[in-house]
């Protein structure tokens, strides 16, 4: 692939090494400083870090005014953008406001229904869709226009990704959908996280059978389990996510004080064997209120130290 | 069989014919309970028309409870044709419940309205 | 059909408290059909208010009329002569009897006893879900029937959106994940292909968002 921006994690893909991500969730409230330090424990252990956009509809500090704080400690943010919030002008607006910071990297999504957070009486926006989002970046980057048709100035140079998820209903169209995600423009993917090695494997192999694991670079999601409540609550009550009963198993077998460390190594474990599938370009780390794990992770999986491009 | 006699019998083919119209303009013009008698559940002679009556009665018996009038003073039995002695204590039942809840709070007011 | 449900009582005494001559209009038509503002609950309303006013220490007058419908003006002028014996009317049709009756009443307060949902079908008696929201530029060719404005939680074009489970929403496992059922109804066309097609930018300006729409048609205009 031929680099289109000055996005770092574009370049580590391109020079052909496995990328590293994680992430960050801003605070409810408007100290900075929880931002820094959060990124600050994963820095040296990833190669971009992305910020959540009002995750689970819980109003939090925007992803955009971390991104910015992100960069001006030097470190390579993904701005994360749900079509809940804003409308086509709005977006359009907050990715030029991204790009004269120089961020160079989003990802497209959704966002959960406002009626698992906080303001659920709220109205939701949804003018267009994740997909069309992922149109709007491609066009102002590539043709430097506005969705309206007016010329930009100093467009904006993104590296634009989107989120997947083998796991989800239907899974006839999972694949469609993958294929769908790149005709739209998309470069880069994180997965959800991956606890069914197997069935990701089939996904991955399906995927490669249309040509499509060659247009996009594909980073497998992964979340160690902190305990064996947390990974029956993600089996039960999580959408999207599939988890082999002998992995909750393992971990219901292991003493509470050791939960942890056995959750930290199932995944060490998942990313040995993700790392032997083809087409897993490297990795997405989803440490939810556990980044302090990141590094661990990150090194144990023999993705330390991480290379420098320039 | 005896049974008190200040209660007013309404013959119906089938309590299906009860619409809820009926049991509110009954309370409107003074009347101090209503009750309907449909088949056993399960008997119905047209199938389902005792199931519609005891829905409507519940139905009433909301409206009655959110106006103030009462929602116990409508209720629903059900009995089988030949249980005469089941139909007057139902009878002695209701007369009873009524006798406690009193006078429906509307005749009063028409009452001294008048 | 337009689907509509019963203010509570105490909502629509609230209203009217005030008011000593009020009448009760109902609609034959939507409003029927969804058991909330026909002739029966006319009855049943006007019934229920007169009783409960009575309890009240006050006669109340309570009259019972029932329109063909409440949009078009005809209908209305059939109560024109006994307008003027209201201090008040409470229309249960929906919202565009209100509004209308409002119009043309211009001194009389008409007062909701409905609450308007949406536009939808009897699944069965007592249960009305919605199928349409008048985004005046139906795409429904493209999705093989089934409509991702009306029936997706977030109205995506190109949807689902990963968080449905077993065809159910992310929200509610009672909804139907709108696009488990058009990828459905897409196979049994033999159309699962068009599945691929990405759907265009919706234009919005003939929703809601470009304003209060009209429909205008001079070929039958007089």
Redesign the interface.
């Known amino acids: 692939m031929k680099e289109k921006t000055p996005s770092k994690l574009e370049k580590i893909l391109a020079a052909g090494h496995m990328a590293v991500t994680s992430e960050c969730g801003p605070p409810r409230g408007s100290d900075p400083e929880v931002i820094v330090e959060k990124a600050n424990l994963i820095k040296d252990h990833v190669d971009a870090i992305n910020i959540t956009d009002n995750q689970t509809s819980v109003t939090r500090m925007c992803s955009l005014a971390a991104c910015i704080r992100l960069k001006l400690m030097g470190l390579e943010p993904v701005l994360q953008m749900v079509t809940r919030d804003r409308n086509r002008i709005a977006l359009q607006s907050d990715i030029l406001g991204a790009a004269s910071f120089d961020i160079y990297n989003i990802l497209c999504l959704s966002g959960d229904h406002q009626s698992f957070g906080d303001c659920p009486t709220g109205q939701n926006v949804h003018d267009i869709d994740s997909m069309q989002l992922i149109q709007t970046v491609r066009h102002m980057r590539d043709e430097g226009k506005f969705l309206g048709g007016d010329d930009i100035k100093r467009p904006p140079q993104m590296f634009v990704g989107a989120a997947a998820n083998p796991f989800a209903d239907p899974f006839e169209i999972r694949v469609p959908r993958l294929a769908k995600k790149i005709a739209a423009g998309v470069e880069f993917i994180q997965t959800q996280c991956i606890y069914d090695i197997d069935k990701f494997e089939l996904w991955m192999k399906m995927a490669g059978d249309r040509g499509l694991l060659e247009k996009v670079a594909i980073l497998a999601g992964v979340t160690p389990f902190k305990s064996v409540g947390m990974a029956r609550y993600m089996k039960n009550r999580v959408p999207g996510i599939e988890i082999p009963d002998e992995m909750v198993k393992r971990m219901a077998d292991t003493p509470k004080e050791k939960q942890p460390e056995e959750g930290v190594k199932i995944c060490i474990e998942s990313i040995e064997r993700l790392k032997e599938i083809k087409g897993v370009r490297g990795f997405h780390v989803m440490a939810i209120e556990w980044e302090d794990m990141v590094p661990e992770i990150v090194e144990k999986s023999g993705l330390y130290p991480r290379p420098s491009v320039e | 069989m005896q049974y008190p006699t200040d209660i007013k019998i309404i013959l119906v083919p089938c309590t299906g014919k009860l619409d809820v119209l009926h049991i509110l303009h009954a309370f409107e013009k003074g009347a101090d309970g209503v009750y309907a008698v449909g088949c056993m559940e399960g008997d119905c002679h047209y199938n389902s028309g005792n199931f519609r009556a005891r829905k409507r009665v519940e139905q009433a018996q909301h409206i009655l409870d959110a106006i103030g009038v009462g929602g116990e003073r409508a209720q629903m039995y059900n009995l089988s044709s030949s249980e005469g002695p089941r139909f007057a204590q139902i009878a002695v039942e209701m007369d009873e419940r009524i006798r406690k809840l009193g006078p429906n709070p509307i005749k009063l007011a028409k009452n001294k309205a008048a | 059909m337009i689907v509509a449900d019963k203010k509570?009582?105490?909502e629509i005494i609230e209203e009217i408290k005030e008011h000593e001559k009020i009448l009760i209009l109902g609609c034959n038509e939507c409003v029927t059909v969804c058991e909330a503002g026909g002739k029966?609950e006319v009855?049943?309303l006007a019934?229920?208010?007169?009783?409960?006013f009575?309890?009240q220490?006050r006669?109340v007058k309570i009259d019972e009329v029932t329109l063909e419908r409440q949009c078009d003006h005809e209908y209305l002028e059939e109560i024109r002569d006994v307008m003027d014996q209201y201090d008040a009317v409470v229309s249960i049709a929906c919202g565009v009897g209100v509004q209308f009756m409002a119009e043309k009443y211009h001194d009389t307060p008409i007062y909701p006893g409905v609450n308007t949902c949406f536009m939808g079908v009897t699944e069965k008696r007592g249960l009305w879900t919605e199928r349409c929201q008048g985004c005046g530029d139906c795409m429904l060719a493209r999705t093989g029937g089934i409509c991702p404005v009306s029936r997706c939680?977030?109205?995506?074009?190109?949807?689902?959106?990963?968080?449905?489970?077993?065809?159910s929403c992310?929200?509610n496992k009672e909804i139907d994940?709108a696009w488990?059922l058009i990828?459905d109804r897409l196979k049994a066309l033999n159309r699962?292909d068009d599945?691929?097609e990405?759907?265009?930018?919706?234009d919005?300006s003939t929703d809601r968002a470009g304003g209060p729409r009209k429909v205008v048609r001079e070929d039958v205009q007089e």
């Open positions: 509570p009582i105490e029966k009855g049943v019934s229920a208010l007169r009783m409960y009575l309890n220490g006669e939680a977030k109205r995506i074009f190109n949807g689902p959106c990963g968080g449905s489970v077993k065809g992310e929200i994940c488990q990828v699962l599945y691929e990405l759907s265009p930018i919706k919005w």
